[in-house]
């Protein structure tokens, strides 16, 4: 009698969002565990450093104002690339797009000379239309070339990088800074408003929220987001029901890069003040947001929590640098390590795997 071993996997036909969220559990315990080994490496118990981080991020009011800090762009940008994913479209351009924001956002406050009681509004629109300008030229190519979103849009970050960096370098260095490449800072009518004590910037928080909760909404409820749905899940379905998936993609992705542009608004009006080289704005908060979108499983809604989730793990790379002497850029691992944990989950979330020992007699 032989009991050989056996695998059958099988495409499922629907998935509760419970076990999709015990999936994505799983998936974070097990990037969790592989993150601890390089902890361990680095001489440190990952008991110990997991333990720090949580109580560098929530064990104090300062902890816990910088993650929400941290979560503000992670969340507006979060949100917006759920809808780009789900139309079937990879947006990896939004740390691109993030910074074209803040050159809009700059502009106004530094150039306009319109009235301070439209100053704040003014930037916000200019940073959602270059970022959404920024992410209509991949979305046209696939729409009507079929060219890789993921190139155009990831190649399309370094040509805003080189933006930012020649014009704080160059025509919009700030005479006061004395050498330094940034620009003058922004009056007082240019600067968000913030949580007292804090460096919340709330009118970002909320647009944040906001968007999360209207295009739920969109998403669910709309013909629009019926579109979106269809192009996304069966593009096949779509062409045969008339349905444009180039209106779909150049929509889905006008507003993933505007809501980039928007996160960009709110670093340099909310926290710097001024413009000033990219790595000094952003932390990777394009990148990151991709993780907190597929995390999210895109959900609009979802992303409100995956992006607190992240910026907890933010703030814990201030507390890996401080409290253990580790360098920073193990977030940047530990974020890696994530991303593929969720990607390799995905088999288990549309496949039903079963494996075990099957008797056979002789």
Sequence with gaps: MRMPLWLQVERRASISPWKVFGISIGAILLAMLLAGLFFQLFGVSPIRAYGDIVRGALGSKLGITETIRRMIPLLVIGVGLTVAFRALFWNIGAEGQLLVGTVAAAGVALFSGIPEVLMIPAMFIAGFAAGALWGIGPAYLKAKLGINDVITTLLLNYVAIALVEWLVYGPWKGPTQRGFAYTDRFSAA??????????IHWPTLAIGVFAAVV????????????EIRVVGENPDAAKYSGISQTKITLLAMMISGGLAGVAGVGEVAGIHHMLLSPEQISLGYGYTAIIVAWLARRNPLAAILTSFLFGVIMRGGDVIKVSLGLPFELVDVFNGIILFMLIGSELFIRYRVRFGARREVA
């Design 190 to 199: 240019a600067s968000l408003p913030v949580i007292a004590g804090t460096r």
């Design 215 to 226: 295009l739920f909404v969109v998403v669910r409820r709309t013909r629009v987001g019926f």
